[in-house]
């Protein structure tokens, strides 16, 4: 991010710490929803429950990004009581800007920076949204989980590393499966040395061995 454009942010803000499990876009909590937020550290996630009670995830935000912004720029009439329910929830201790909505709304009118990364914002949110309705559609649970490793690894010391939050319980929400099937494949990956378990998290061994198997796993037992 622009050191000029993270000034705009933080002078129009106030930096927080939020606990894990927040819901960001409460409609009935002024506190909380009256606001759009700039995620500095931490992990948070687009989720609905099912009728089942089961949470899915759809989407997982990564830092400086902006979130919970929808409920202010789309129309009422899109938003009513029929419409499915979609929260913005803190998965982990996150620090991030809180933005009163009438500050969000003046610089989106008024500053042209501003209004340039909530349109990239809004880009990044809908092609990362594509590419998982795709491979839901389209690939297998393994191909799936290694896009996923891909997707939320950080590097560390010049490895990708997966971050602990990721369990094979929340790996399995955004996967649509069940952990034992995301346990199962994970357990086969270590076995051919794909990736290694380490304090820190999953570290990804073979990049381009993982990567040829999103190509070609039609020989991928598990």
Not at 26 to 51: F, P, R
Not at 68 to 97: D, H, I, M, W
């Amino acid at each position: 991010m622009k050191e000029s454009l993270l000034k705009i942010i933080t002078d129009s803000g106030t930096r927080i710490t939020m606990p894990k499990d927040i819901v960001l876009n409460k409609k009935y909590d002024k506190y909380i929803s009256n606001y759009v937020y700039l995620l500095e550290e931490g992990i948070c996630a687009l989720n609905s429950i099912t009728k089942q009670g089961e949470e899915k995830v759809y989407l997982y935000f990564r830092p400086y990004r902006l979130i919970g912004f929808n409920q202010f720029v789309v129309s009422a009439e899109r938003l009513n009581a029929s419409a499915p329910e979609f929260s913005v929830v803190t998965k982990t201790t996150c620090t991030l800007y809180q933005i009163p909505y009438c500050t969000f709304q003046e610089l989106v009118l008024s500053n042209r920076e501003f209004n340039a990364f909530l349109m990239e914002t809004l880009a990044d949110n809908y092609n990362d949204a594509l590419i998982h309705f795709h491979l839901m559609q389209e690939e297998s649970v393994v191909v799936r989980l290694c896009h996923l490793l891909f997707e939320v690894s950080q590097l560390r010391g010049g490895i990708r590393v997966v971050p602990r939050f990721f369990t094979y319980a929340e790996m399995a929400k955004y996967l649509g499966c069940h952990s034992v099937t995301v346990s199962r494949i994970m357990a086969k990956l270590k076995q051919q040395g794909f990736v290694t378990k380490t304090p820190s998290g999953i570290a990804i061994e073979q990049e381009d061995a993982l990567q040829e198997l999103i190509n070609s796993e039609s020989r991928f037992q598990y």
